[in-house]
Structure formats: structure tokens, C-alpha cells
């Protein structure tokens, strides 16, 4: 069914899901935006004749090719490769690699197509893709890694380039991974660019991205707090996640005067009443960056609480900054931060809340802030990166969080300009008509593309 005929957002997404079967994280990641811009563009024309939802939801170009490498023992392994190339419309593609043994095309495309919107919301020429692999890091060695990284990084380099596709690190791609991916890189095209960011500072890295993403989602609360009269000073927060994100989160709560009482890992969450603080921050760094290990080493240390195999969500909070992964939180416990008072969510994972859950906060009317404003902090330095390296120049730390802050400060902004309403801020609706319009108004102004 062509869109200029399509009259409601159930018709939209039967057709998307009968494009996509079985895609079921892509078909949620579209229904969260479609919610919002179905009824947003119903009286204009010149973005329904265009037919640019349909165009918008179906992705540039996908690539899957196969990764063969030997581990320890000479065993040869086989895993899947991919890059979704979702759109350039307002810049060369940009987005993380994920390497996560649950890995598939949908839970990439849904990726990729959400960070389309939240590149557009940082005002950086980016476009939107993301890629990766079932490949399992964990429990690897350092040459297994290594290994998969050269030739996870032998096919990916056909692919990208610093006009055309720039990616980044996410789930499982960290510092290692990325310098080994950049490194295969200048073998094969002996070109040294920035074709890759997150990088380390030696080879064109820059300061504050490793921060970025946890910074950003705090300033990004920070901000929700301040446009209703309140601050972070002894807010109670819940942090999912052990990783990036969450560390940075903690660390950013910590300096703005809140209270991180959780931190999690797939196995199960720790409780910590006191609060975590900058000496405990590091044993969690130290533990997750170098050591590998698990969280509940954190409650066996310090005394805290250690809850195996769920997400923190029922203990009682005023912020929650959900930091781990898709789909964390769901109806259930959505409904559950609403009861226990938590004032605003703030998402640093991409996609931690079901829609079930973002109905409860809607509802409630809360300060929630999805992931495509709150996390846009870290693609956001991504692209200070690849300004630094364009112009073969490093900025200072300073200088770099302060144009982080502003960042931030101007996609809170547009959330607010395009998601009031009735004297509240829906900062969902904001979010994905702001991220929307600059990539409509540009795929509409290339004519049929
Ligand atoms: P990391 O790999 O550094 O950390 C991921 C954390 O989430 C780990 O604590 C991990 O636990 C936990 N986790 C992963 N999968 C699951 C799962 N299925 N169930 C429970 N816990 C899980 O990744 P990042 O911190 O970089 O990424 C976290 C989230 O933030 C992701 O959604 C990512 O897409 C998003 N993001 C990241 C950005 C970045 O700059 N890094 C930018 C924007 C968004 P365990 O160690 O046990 O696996």
C-alpha cells in the first residue's frame, strides 16, 4: 500500500511487518517513531506524497558476509558479519559495531534506523547505520579477539571510508577492538583517515568520547530537571549496566550531587543503600575494563546487596538511567518506577524501555527521555572526532565537554520546540519529529532517491 494512501498507524505497520517478517525489535523501533510522526505529518502533504515514511523505513543497503577465523586450538569458527547502511541523506553513514552473541538483522536495522534520528538531532552532518556480529568477546583471548577483529575488518573495509561510512564501538567493541579494526584498516587501504571513531588518542582518538555517552544522558537529565524547576542534588538514581555507558553515568550522577545506588550485568544487579561513590566507581572500572569480571564481586566487597537475573528497576527511586541493553525494562516494571515515585528516565542503552513501559511513563506524564536525545552524546563526540581528524587537529577536554554540554543543551531544546504539549514535554514525540525533519526535508529535496 503506498503511504499517501495509508490512514492510520495500524495500516503503517502492517505493511512494514509484512516487509520485515519476523523483525520484531526493527518493527518496534518503528512503531515508537511512526507513533509520533503519522499524526505529525497527516496535514502536510508535502511529506505524505513523498511517500517518505516507506522510504525512511526501508534501509540503504544491507551487508552480511561471513567472518572465518582460528581460535586458540586452530579450530577454524565461523560467524556472521554485518553493515546496515540505513541512510545518508544529511551525511556519509555513522554508527556503532556491536559484537553480542544475540546479534541479528533486526536487532542492526533497528539500530541503525534509530540512530538515522538521533545523528540528525545532534546538528552534525551524519547519517544514520550500524553493524557487527554474533562473535561472543567474552571468554575469548586477546589474539582470539584480535583474529576476528582483522577478519571482521578485511570484508567491512570494502564498505567504509570517511565520506562514505564511519563506524564506531558499541555492546562488545571497546577500546581493543576498535584499535585492532583500525589497524587491519591501515594494512589493507594504507590510508590513514578517520575511518573509524572511538579511537585511541595515540592514533587520532579524541579526549571526552569515551565519557560521552553516560555525560550526555546526565546532562541530558540535568537538563529535563532544570526545565521543570528541579536538580540532580540527592536525587536517589538507579543505573542498569556495568559497562561504558553505565560507568560514565555513575560517574556524571556522582559529580552533580545525585545518589547512584545500582549497577548491573547480565548476571544480576547490586544494591548499594550508601551509594556508589568515586572509590567504588573505580573498583567497577578497574573490575569491568580490565579484570573482566563479574558485578556481584562489587557486593562481596563492599557489602552491598547482589539481586541475581533481573534489572534493578523495583527498588524505589526518583531517576532512573537505564544503561545495558534493548528492552530491560518492561510494562511491568515500567509500571513499577511510576509507583515507586521515579520522577524521569533517562536512557543511555538504545531501546532499554518496551513500549509497554513508555506507555506507563506517558501516562504518568514523567520526564522521559528516549534513547535517540538522551544517548546522542557519544555519536555526538564521534563527530567531533571526525572534524578533529579532518582537520588534523586535537581539542582540549575542556573545550570538548563544553561543546558535549552544548550539544546536548540544543537537542533538549528541540525536544521541547516539537514536543510540547498542553504545558508538558513529551520529549518522545520531540525527539523523533526534530530527528525527523532535517532527513525528510533532505530525501525530499533529492528528488525520487
Ligand atoms: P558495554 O559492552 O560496555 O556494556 C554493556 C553492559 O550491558 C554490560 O554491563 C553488559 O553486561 C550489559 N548487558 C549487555 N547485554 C545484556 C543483556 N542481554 N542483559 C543484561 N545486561 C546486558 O556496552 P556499552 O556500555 O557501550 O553499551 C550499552 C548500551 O548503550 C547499548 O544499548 C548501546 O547500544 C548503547 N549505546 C552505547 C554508546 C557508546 O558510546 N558506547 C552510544 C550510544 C548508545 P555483561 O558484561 O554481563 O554482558
Redesign the pocket.
Known amino acids: 500500500m503506498g503511504y499517501s494512501t495509508v490512514h492510520s498507524l495500524d495500516e503503517f505497520m502492517e505493511g512494514l511487518k509484512r516487509r520485515n517478517p519476523g523483525e520484531t525489535e526493527y518493527h518496534q523501533a518503528v512503531y515508537e517513531v511512526a507513533q509520533s510522526i503519522i499524526p505529525y505529518i497527516k496535514d502536510k502533504p508535502e511529506y505524505r506524497n513523498s511517500q517518505i515514511l516507506e522510504r525512511l523505513t526501508e534501509p540503504d543497503r544491507i551487508i552480511s558476509f561471513r567472518v572465518c577465523w582460528q581460535d586458540d586450538e586452530n579450530q577454524i569458527r565461523v560467524n556472521r558479519g554485518y553493515r546496515v547502511q540505513h541512510n545518508n541523506a544529511i551525511g556519509p553513514y555513522k554508527g556503532?559495531i556491536?559484537f553480542?552473541h544475540?546479534v541479528t538483522q533486526s536487532i542492526l536495522k533497528f539500530?541503525a534506523f534509530e540512530q538515522t534520528f538521533k545523528n540528525s538531532l545532534t546538528s552534525l552532518p551524519m547519517g544514520g547505520g550500524k553493524g557487527g556480529s554474533d562473535f561472543n568477546p567474552?571468554g575469548k583471548s586477546d589474539s582470539e579477539v584480535m583474529r576476528f577483529c582483522q577478519s571482521f575488518m578485511t570484508e567491512l573495509s570494502r564498505h567504509i571510508g570517511p565520506h562514505t561510512d564511519v563506524p564506531?564501538?558499541?555492546?562488545?567493541?571497546?577500546a581493543r577492538e576498535i584499535s585492532y579494526m583500525f589497524g587491519q584498516y591501515l594494512r589493507i587501504k594504507n590510508e590513514f583517515t578517520g575511518v573509524l571513531t572511538?579511537k585511541g588518542l595515540a592514533f587520532g582518538g579524541s579526549l571526552i568520547r569515551t565519557e560521552?555517552?553516560g555525560y550526555g544522558c546526565v546532562y541530558f537529565m540535568q537538563d529535563m530537571l532544570s526545565h521543570a524547576d528541579k536538580s540532580m542534588d540527592g536525587m536517589r538514581c538507579l543505573v542498569?549496566?556495568?559497562?561504558?555507558?553505565?560507568q560514565y553515568t555513575i560517574e556524571k550522577i556522582i559529580h552533580l550531587g545525585g545518589i547512584p545506588l545500582t549497577a548491573?550485568?547480565?548476571?544480576g544487579f547490586i544494591y548499594d543503600k550508601e551509594g556508589i561513590n568515586e572509590e567504588k566507581l573505580a573498583f567497577i572500572m578497574d573490575l569491568?575494563n580490565n579484570r573482566r569480571g563479574?558485578?556481584s564481586e562489587y557486593a562481596d566487597k563492599y557489602g552491598a546487596e547482589f539481586h541475581a537475573g533481573k534489572g534493578p528497576w523495583a527498588i524505589p527511586c526518583d531517576l532512573a538511567f537505564p544503561?545495558?541493553?534493548?528492552n530491560?525494562i518492561d510494562g511491568d516494571q515500567g509500571a513499577m518506577l511510576v509507583k515507586n515515585g521515579c520522577i524521569g528516565v533517562a536512557e543511555?542503552?538504545?531501546?532499554?524501555s518496551t513500549q509497554d513501559a513508555i506507555d506507563h511513563y506517558l501516562e504518568a506524564k514523567i520526564m522521559y527521555g528516549p534513547?535517540k536525545a538522551a544517548?546522542a552524546g557519544?555519536?555526538a563526540v564521534s563527530g567531533l572526532e571526525m572534524t578533529q581528524n579532518s582537520m588534523r587537529l586535537s581539542w582540549s577536554r575542556t573545550e570538548l565537554d563544553e561543546r558535549l554540554r552544548q550539544i546536548m543543551m540544543n537537542i533538549h531544546g528541540q525536544c521541547v520546540e516539537y514536543g510540547q504539549q498542553d504545558g508538558w514535554v513529551n520529549y518522545l514525540a520531540g525527539a523523533n519529529i526534530a530527528g525527523f525533519r532535517k532527513v525528510a526535508d533532505a530525501m525530499i529535496a533529492y528528488g525520487v532517491v
Request: aromatic share 0%.
Open positions: 556503532g556491536r553480542h544475540n539500530l567474552k564506531a564501538g558499541d555492546i562488545g567493541v571497546g572511538g560521552a555517552t542498569s549496566g556495568s559497562g561504558n555507558v553505565a548491573s550485568d547480565s548476571s569491568k563479574r558485578i544503561c545495558a541493553t534493548q530491560e543511555g542503552a538504545n531501546m532499554p534513547s544517548n557519544g555519536v
